[in-house]
């Protein structure tokens, strides 16, 4: 049973807006929260992460978002930009679970 | 070079063939993992090794045989494989084992036939 899930296999957004990339975790232990951004023919790199103890953490154009009663968290870049077209992979772990569990990552493509 | 790389980029075998992924890791750190990346699937942790030491194995078939000669080095050997085993395999090393932040090498693309 996957305990971290991308529901949208991909996603398109104009240049210039939002994109909003979603991630719903099962496992209420999970206390840390990172999104990984991967490129054809590269190896992940790290993004941006949160703290279980922190509803939101920004960074430049991204902005990690997270709802524990939900069990959420979205990651939102604005504006989007043709660069941003990668893969994101949301990536949880917890005291009970010393790994990180990934989920199957998001496809985003940023069009002109 | 910095960070981690990883050798070969691509890679074609036959079942019976013996070949080696190669991960080497610029960061100084004390922690190298090999994760499997099946398509539509999640990233999948094999190996985890803390200062040259296994510390994780997941179950991994007999088949993948990892070895960590030094903490800047790890290897991953191959014998026997299955074309099911057919993914892209990343290295990925971090200051400590178990740290989230993790550093990733481009991986090696295998294809068993």
């Known amino acids: 049973d996957q305990q971290v899930k991308q529901n949208s296999p991909s996603l398109s957004v104009q240049e210039g807006r939002i994109s909003i990339l979603n991630c719903d975790y099962t496992?209420?232990?999970?206390?840390?929260f990172l999104w990984y951004k991967k490129y054809p023919a590269e190896g992940p790199t790290f993004l941006i992460s949160?703290?279980?103890?922190?509803d939101k953490n920004e960074d430049g154009r991204f902005t990690v978002f997270l709802n524990k009663s939900a069990k959420h968290l979205s990651l939102h870049i604005v504006p989007s930009q043709p660069g941003d077209s990668a893969v994101y992979f949301c990536a949880a772990s917890g005291v009970n679970t010393d790994k990180l569990i990934f989920g199957t990552g998001t496809r985003l493509q940023v069009f002109p | 070079e910095t960070g981690v790389t990883q050798t070969p980029r691509h890679l074609v075998m036959g079942m019976t063939n013996k070949k080696s992924l190669k991960c080497e890791q610029h960061?100084?750190?004390?922690?190298m993992y090999w994760y499997k990346q099946s398509a539509k699937k999640p990233l999948e942790l094999m190996f985890v090794?803390?200062?040259?030491?296994?510390?994780e194995n997941n179950s991994v078939p007999s088949r993948f045989s990892p070895e960590c000669p030094n903490s800047s080095h790890l290897f991953l050997h191959l014998h026997t494989l299955q074309p099911e085993d057919s993914a892209l395999y990343l290295c990925a090393s971090s200051q400590e084992a178990h740290l989230e932040k993790l550093f990733f090498g481009s991986g090696t693309q295998l294809s068993v036939l």
């Open positions: 960061l100084g750190h004390n922690a």
């Open positions: 949160i703290s279980s103890i922190k």
């Open positions: 090794y803390s200062l040259e030491e296994r510390v």
């Open positions: 496992n209420s232990m999970f206390d840390y």
